[in-house]
């Protein structure tokens, strides 16, 4: 499209309605703290809404700067500081992700409906369907803990068999989690709760992308734009490279592009989009980062490290 073009659109956005955008996606922000709030009360811990939000925000600015979801694995961490066990800990953070995929789907599935009646293309079909296996998954645990018990369950894995503490912890660990993801996945009246939050949290960050697009001076349709930031979300999930940058935006960009918005204008709105996001997520996020005591060039050394 042209780096002059691209300046262009974004110097003659409205500074009003990207201030708009930023409040918007600050709301989410308390959202995802409330939700965590309530996982972790259901498993007898109380953290306080402050520092949930610190701990959430630190972990999302982790995968900004680094790959593989490593801040994922720095929320079970400070979760753990606030004396909750590892395997709940990790419970609780697959659950947030969880809730997350469920949510995009059911914004995703009836504006694919809409907006395509006769035929999804291929790549939004195999984006839906690998969604819908992540959702499945889960599930079909959950039914078969009830159906032949958890015990039952893990005696079908082989034990393992080695020396290795490590790996006998690890594997310690793991039922742990699974023994804790079984205990809030089963709270009904939790899980409505947590899932109409998570609605809401997406659904502000639909409207976040929509503002953006305003202050550009683009119309984009509400049906497009809910499929558009849902799909783009969806992709995240792969963890492909640091804080999905160039992941989210070609898949934004492209459905934009799809009903009729020119490139021209599609690329500037999903730059602009992620780019608040993600700075937004950076500006509370590093200062929380290391109010939680990690040095944040010691952990970018680390994971440098572990690559060599």
Not at 95 to 101: A, K, P, S
Request: glycine share 6%.
């Amino acid at each position: 499209i042209g780096f002059e073009n691209f300046f262009r659109v974004i110097a003659y956005a409205s500074p009003v309605g990207l201030i708009s955008a930023v409040f918007i996606y600050s709301i989410s922000w308390i959202l995802r703290a409330v939700r965590l709030e309530s996982l972790c009360k259901n498993v007898g811990a109380h953290v306080g809404i402050k520092e949930l939000f610190k701990i959430y925000i630190s972990g999302n600015a982790l995968n900004v700067i680094l790959p593989a979801k490593l801040g994922d694995a720095a929320v079970m961490g400070y979760l753990k500081m606030h004396g909750i066990s590892i395997g709940m800990s990790a419970a609780i953070t697959v659950q947030c992700r969880i809730l997350d995929v469920i949510a995009l789907v059911l914004f995703t599935l009836p504006s694919a409906i809409l907006l395509f009646p006769e035929a999804l293309p291929e790549w939004i079909r195999f984006i839906i369907i690998a969604s819908a296996l992540i959702v499945l998954l889960p599930i079909a645990i959950l039914l078969l803990s009830r159906c032949m018990g958890s015990e039952n369950i893990l005696k079908m894995i082989p034990e393992l068999k080695t020396k290795s503490k490590h790996l006998h912890l690890f594997a310690e660990k793991a039922k742990e989690a699974y023994f804790g993801y079984l205990k809030i996945a089963s709270e009904k009246q939790l899980f409505s709760f947590t899932l109409l939050i998570s609605l809401f949290i997406w659904l502000l960050d639909i409207l976040t992308c929509y503002e953006v697009s305003l202050a550009i001076g683009v119309q984009v349709p509400t049906s497009v734009a809910v499929l558009a930031v849902s799909l783009a979300n969806i992709g995240k999930s792969a963890p492909a490279t640091p804080g999905s940058i160039g992941i989210y935006e070609s898949i934004l960009a492209a459905i934009l592009a799809l009903f009729g918005i020119s490139m021209q204008l599609a690329v500037p709105i999903a730059i602009l989009d992620h780019a608040i996001k993600n700075l937004f997520t950076l500006a509370l996020g590093v200062p929380a980062t290391m109010s939680q005591g990690l040095s944040l060039y010691e952990l970018v050394r680390s994971y440098e490290a572990q690559k060599h």
